[in-house]
């Protein structure tokens, strides 16, 4: 069974967090996730862009 990492916080989280969705998701590939989540504090600014990215790579959101 593979990791999935279902507590990640991207830049646009207002609280915390500065990872990129572009570096997020190549990465998660690279470690062969095949899922991976995203839980930003107070907005859903991320979220249309990590979707397509995570779809196009190949990766569940």
Do not use: C, W
């Not at 593979?2 to 609280?15: D, G, K, Q």
């Not at 470690?31 to 196009?56: M, P, S």
Request: aromatic content about 10%; proline content about 3%.
């Amino acid at each position: 069974m593979s990791y999935v990492h279902l507590r990640t916080h991207t830049e646009y989280s207002i609280v915390d967090g500065a990872l990129r969705v572009d570096d997020m998701v190549p990465a998660a590939v690279r470690d062969g996730q095949g899922a991976l989540a995203i839980t930003d504090f107070n907005n859903l600014f991320a979220t249309v862009r990590f979707y397509k990215a995570a779809l196009d790579a190949g990766v569940k959101p």
